[in-house]
């Protein structure tokens, strides 16, 4: 059985251009072939998102809304249901970087501004910082046909956990499950705790780094259309499990490979993207926000 994780909902973008297909004895890196997509994410005029979730194995509509981004303000507003958390939450650019504001202007987030531009600094940090992670390149052989090098498979790797970084974890572990044994707390929130330590990111020392290098906290695999310039899917694990799926969709646009559908599941809750409305030729922020709920009323 596939593991899961709770959900987070982050919106991007992925811009590219096309390009000319890779020949067979070019070395492709990692660093390559996130640049290559990177570059292309760096100027948004305008756009709108429309993100529905679906529950349950009828499909239920549990929520859509809408994303904007547009200058002047360069400011994303998120419209839905009240029964949604997100609803009234903005995302505003500063000279401190992106801040995540409630209706009534109360911070509730923030994302440093990173010292290169580009949306897609939100996934890869700065490129070519990956930690201490094991990285490797190869050709997707479920994707490539006919002797074809079109798709690579990014594949990230944490190393080992060491003593020092096992010990902390293993006391709590330990703690709760006397709390769990005496009866102190019930058994479900007992299970939501082995689940919650399960998933919970490896520590930044053990990382290896101290920016935005989101790919540092989980095993991950990455799938390029290097002929493109995009990527099609990335796959986020853990114990060689997958926990979460974002699948992308693209349409050719005004000379661009344009997304039009995100698809985000992590075995639970699926959320669906769709794109429209997008403008290039104009900054978009460094980072786009992920909302959290206010919890300290």
Do not use: H
Not at 161 to 186: M, T, V
Not at 222 to 247: A, P, Q, W
């Amino acid at each position: 059985m596939r593991c899961v994780s709770r959900i987070t909902v982050v919106l991007f973008a992925v811009f590219a251009v096309f390009v000319p297909s890779p020949r067979a004895e070019t070395e492709i890196t990692a660093e390559m072939i996130l640049a290559k997509v990177k570059r292309n994410t760096d100027k948004i005029k305008s756009l709108t998102a429309t993100i529905t979730r679906t529950d349950g194995p009828g499909g239920e509509i549990a929520f859509t809304g809408r994303f904007f981004f547009k200058r002047p303000n360069l400011r994303i507003d998120f419209t839905g249901p009240p029964a949604f958390e997100g609803t009234g939450l903005s995302a505003i650019r500063t000279n401190e970087g992106v801040i995540t504001v409630d209706e009534d202007g109360y911070q509730l987030g923030s994302a440093a501004q990173s010292g290169v531009g580009g949306l897609f600094n939100y996934i890869t940090g700065d490129i070519t910082d990956f930690g201490k992670t094991k990285v490797t390149v190869a050709p997707a052989d479920d994707y490539n046909k006919d002797g074809e090098l079109r798709y690579y498979e990014i594949s990230i790797r944490l190393p080992e956990e060491s003593a020092d970084e096992l010990a902390p974890i293993e006391q709590q572990n330990s703690f709760i499950r006397e709390l769990a044994r005496s009866g102190q707390i019930e058994s479900e929130d007992y299970d939501a705790w082995k689940k919650y330590s399960l998933r919970r990111p490896r520590a930044a020392s053990a990382r290896g780094e101290v920016g935005d290098c989101l790919f540092c906290e989980k095993d991950r695999d990455i799938i390029v259309d290097y002929e493109k310039g995009v990527m099609t899917e990335i796959y986020v694990l853990l114990d060689g499990d997958v926990m979460e799926t974002v699948k992308y969709d693209y349409v050719f646009s005004q000379g661009k490979y344009v997304p039009s559908r995100i698809r985000f599941s992590d075995g639970e809750t699926e959320f669906e993207l769709k794109l429209s409305d997008i403008r290039t030729a104009a900054n978009i922020p460094d980072k786009i926000f992920q909302y959290k709920k206010n919890t300290d009323n």
